[in-house]
């Protein structure tokens, strides 16, 4: 069961050309309940544990700089952990009260830039530039069991795509 608040402020300037988002968030959990492989035969289950709570905050803005060219970012942060300890939880070792969740990335941001152009001809071309980086990731709670923390990464997308209304083509690295 989760018990979820958030606040957040929605703000949009000149003439709705430039938006912005935050938030604010906690996740009050009971009995969460957390991945875990098996034993016997390795088989994924679902392990039963105590109390968590998760924390953040996220920003998001878009800012149509021109008709073509838009630039979008967002950023969160957040915190997510044990607030009781969970008696053998991860391959039957204890987990304790502020143990970090697995799964989840203290901080992750996306940047993209977009670029859409309508020719006289009909064609419309479209230009993206994305970047993506997340913080490390926790394979267990509390890295108890063995567990690793996967490290953070970036990943860069471009792509370049020419449409009619009826079909479209696009290119991706």
Do not use: C, M
Request: avoid cysteine; charge should be negative; glycine fraction near 12%.
């Amino acid at each position: 069961t989760t018990t979820n608040y958030e606040i957040g402020l929605r703000s949009a300037w000149l003439e709705g050309r430039l938006l912005f988002k935050a938030a604010v968030y906690y996740i009050d959990w009971e009995d969460i309940q957390i991945p875990d492989v098996s034993e016997t035969g390795g088989l994924p289950i679902v392990v039963n544990g105590n109390a968590a709570v998760t924390t953040g905050v996220e920003f998001t803005t878009r800012w149509s700089i021109t008709d073509s060219l838009e630039l979008a970012a967002n950023v969160s942060f957040n915190k997510a952990e044990l607030t009781q300890d969970s008696p053998g939880l991860v391959d039957g070792v204890d987990a304790l009260d502020g143990d970090r969740l697995s799964g989840s990335p203290e901080q992750q941001g996306t940047l993209l830039l977009a670029y859409t152009r309508p020719l006289d001809n009909g064609l419309t071309v479209t230009a993206d530039y994305s970047l993506t980086a997340v913080s490390n990731v926790y394979t267990k709670v509390g890295l108890r069991g063995y567990g690793e923390a996967l490290p953070g990464g970036t990943v860069h997308g471009l792509s370049f795509g020419l449409s009619d209304g009826q079909w479209s083509a696009r290119l991706y690295a």
